[in-house]
């Protein structure tokens, strides 16, 4: 059974940075892309970034390009999200995904963490 564990997430001022954490297992992880959504209170689920399995693409909504920075170790069998310059429009909760591109890029990934919290101060 595939799990996804989100770490990482908190309070922070606004400009200020996180890390966010997801590892896998349960599962292989290299042949599969991983991704990260949002949904903030009262909101839609929106896509924010998502990797191939060996890394060589990445892919960022308009929002948080220049600002996130995906990354994977397939090694560990975990993903990490630096979010830089955070911004109180960056608030929601985030969830890690695991599935093959065509999925993720559908919105529509096979598995999903628990969430993670964070939260934008002004």
């Known amino acids: 059974q595939v799990q996804l564990a989100e770490s990482g997430g908190g309070l922070v001022h606004v400009g200020g940075s996180l890390r966010l954490s997801c590892a896998a297992s349960?599962?292989?992880?290299?042949?599969?892309?991983m991704g990260w959504f949002r949904q903030a209170l009262g909101k839609e689920r929106e896509f924010v970034a998502g990797?191939?399995?060996?890394?060589?693409?990445?892919k960022y909504a308009d929002s948080v390009k220049g600002r996130f920075t995906l990354s994977r170790d397939n090694g560990k069998n975990v993903a990490y999200l630096q979010m830089d310059s955070l911004k109180p429009e960056d608030t929601a909760v985030y969830y890690c995904?695991?599935?093959?591109?065509?999925?993720?890029?559908?919105?529509?990934?096979?598995?999903w963490g628990q969430g993670t919290q964070v939260t934008v101060s002004s």
């Open positions: 349960g599962h292989t992880f290299s042949p599969l892309a």
């Open positions: 990797i191939s399995p060996r890394a060589s693409t990445t």
């Open positions: 995904t695991l599935s093959d591109w065509g999925r993720l890029m559908s919105g529509e990934p096979d598995f």
